[in-house]
């Protein structure tokens, strides 16, 4: 990728640094990124009669709903469960929306690839940062929903930037890792799709961890998903500032997926271009 009088011309022996080539190009179409970002959250909502709108009442309602089942169905009080419930209930549409669309946006854009030059990571890109503005207004919603009812937000709550960042970054490395296995193998997506279902039940988002055997607690706590919703919950539902364990865990193991998850993405993108 060279740049001429603000024409970017693509040369495809210009490939020495990989990774660095396809950052430097994803800064470059920056705004492109936004603008499909802001498509991809108001297409969404286009002909509904409530608009975007329906990205913070989505969330409540799923709360509601959710809250009246599983207070219906556990014996166990947990105090203020609407909150306990929807803190994990964001967390976790974040997680499973955003890996899952850099799969389906990555293969949907094959035919754009093949018609001009887009930097190759940029559909996978795109889908993180729509599943943030939809986390982030999800995740407005939960903090007026706590504060509303009286749940003990603390002031650590505005500590939650830097989670916020290492659960973006963890996301990302997973998209980068899912969109070229989907392109070689299509039914990567269906076996994604039962890893998810599987993995949402050891998230405790529905139940306390203590409730659990001593065994099964160690394996949830192997969980990241579950290790960033614990971070969450701790400011938001236990009013304490965040875990230190957890958030080291889930740093050393964003930065791991993100590093590694780059390499092996622009490592097949040549492979992937020829595929289109």
């Known amino acids: 990728m ?11 022996n210009d490939r020495k640094n990989k990774l660095w080539i396809e950052i430097r190009e994803l800064y470059y179409y920056r705004d492109l990124i936004w603008q499909m970002t802001l498509r991809n959250v108001t297409v969404r909502y286009k002909r509904s009669i409530l608009g975007v709108l ?18 219906a169905l556990l014996d166990r009080k947990i105090p203020h469960f609407p909150i306990y419930l929807l803190s994990g ?11 899952q669309s850099a799969m389906h946006d990555f293969i949907g854009g094959e035919q754009l690839i093949g018609r001009v030059y887009l930097p190759r990571s ?3 890109v795109t889908a993180i940062t729509t599943g943030l503005v939809n986390f982030l207004i999800s995740f407005a919603v939960l903090l007026l929903i706590a504060l509303a009812t009286g ?3 603390s002031v650590y709550t505005f500590l939650l930037f830097f989670p916020i960042v290492i659960l973006t970054a963890f996301n990302l490395g997973i998209g980068l890792w899912l969109a070229p296995l989907q392109s070689y193998f299509t039914d990567t997506s269906s076996i994604y799709g039962i890893a998810l279902r599987l993995l949402i039940y050891l998230s405790a ?6 409730a659990l055997s001593p065994i099964l607690q160690m394996v949830v706590n192997l969980n990241p998903v579950y290790q960033f919703i614990h971070i969450f919950r701790n400011p938001v539902y236990y009013g304490t500032s965040l875990p230190l364990l957890p958030m080291v865990y889930t740093t050393i193991l964003a930065i791991v997926l993100l590093i590694s998850g780059a390499f092996f993405f622009v490592r097949l993108s040549d492979r992937i271009a020829e595929k289109f």
Do not use: G, Q, R
Not at 54 to 71: C, G, I, K
Not at 89 to 99: H, L
Not at 205 to 210: E, T, V
């Open 54 to 71: 329906w990205t913070m009442l989505e969330p409540l309602l799923t709360m509601v709903v959710m809250a009246v089942v599983f207070t």
């Open 205 to 210: 988002i529905f139940y306390p961890i203590d």
């Open 122 to 124: 940029i559909f996978v």
């Open 2 to 12: 060279t740049k001429e009088n603000n024409i970017f011309y693509y040369d495809s």
């Open 151 to 153: 749940a003990p937000v």
């Open 89 to 99: 209930i964001v967390v976790w549409n974040y997680f499973a929306f955003a890996t």
